[in-house]
């Protein structure tokens, strides 16, 4: 029998998005409306509202649906904000910072999650992204601030040009800290190089590239 993807999304809404807390109107109609369905491989169509992670190809995984819904709402985003999204991978998360936003940025070193982020977007309806193939933690500079930015990738400390990035008022959000007790965490930007810190909750993922902890020399 044929998936019913309109009942299962709202079923993700309902019975495992609400209930961890993601509270904010605008981000579960976002998540009742962007069809995640099309933004996994074909082979995962059938997974898209698991309570799981998914693999995208490069050691790289989308995050549960949970986890999506809890990085949006500490975002806050306004309809007029600018958004950095470090780490394209599926495209998911961009369409849904890119329906909260006036505007999305998104950077992956991988050039097919790039293209085919753009297939699925373009696909989508979704205009308002520029999509950046390079890669952030030490080589692609932006032009301009953002209000926003959204590192889908953990790191094992947030690289401090990331900070850089930030308008006043502006906030940061990462996965950070040691496989398996990550913490995600939201940055404040107070101004004068001022940043105040909220921890929301334990996860674990896999690292942005070159974000990752240094290697340890057993003797």
């Known amino acids: 029998m044929a ?4 009942q299962a999304r709202q079923n993700m809404v309902e019975n495992q998005v609400r209930p961890w807390d993601v509270l904010d109107a ?6 009742a409306r ?7 491989a074909p082979e995962h169509r059938g997974l898209a509202f698991a309570d799981v992670c998914l693999p995208l190809g490069h050691g790289e995984v989308m995050m549960k649906p949970v986890l999506e819904g809890r990085v949006l709402q500490a975002l806050d985003l306004q309809p007029e904000d600018r958004v950095l999204e470090i780490g394209t991978g599926s495209g998911f998360l961009t369409a849904c910072l890119a329906s909260l936003a006036a505007q999305v940025t998104s950077i992956d070193m991988h050039a097919d999650f790039t293209a085919a ?13 520029e999509l950046v193939t390079g890669e952030a933690v030490h080589g692609w500079q932006p032009a301009g601030l953002f209000d926003a930015l959204a590192v889908t990738g953990a790191v094992w400390q947030i690289p401090p040009r990331f900070l850089g990035w930030l308008k006043p008022g502006g906030r940061l959000l990462a996965v950070r800290g040691e496989s398996p007790a990550q913490q995600l965490v939201l940055l404040t930007h107070e101004g004068s190089g001022r940043y105040r810190e909220t921890i929301l909750l334990e996860t674990d993922l896999p690292y942005l ?3 990752e902890p240094p290697r340890r020399f057993v003797f």
């Open 26 to 31: 605008r981000v579960l109609d976002v998540l």
């Open 117 to 129: 982020a753009a297939q699925r977007l373009q696909a989508a309806g979704i205009g308002n992204v």
């Open 3 to 6: 998936m019913n993807f309109e």
């Open 34 to 40: 962007v069809r995640r369905e099309d933004f996994v």
């Open 209 to 211: 590239a070159h974000a």
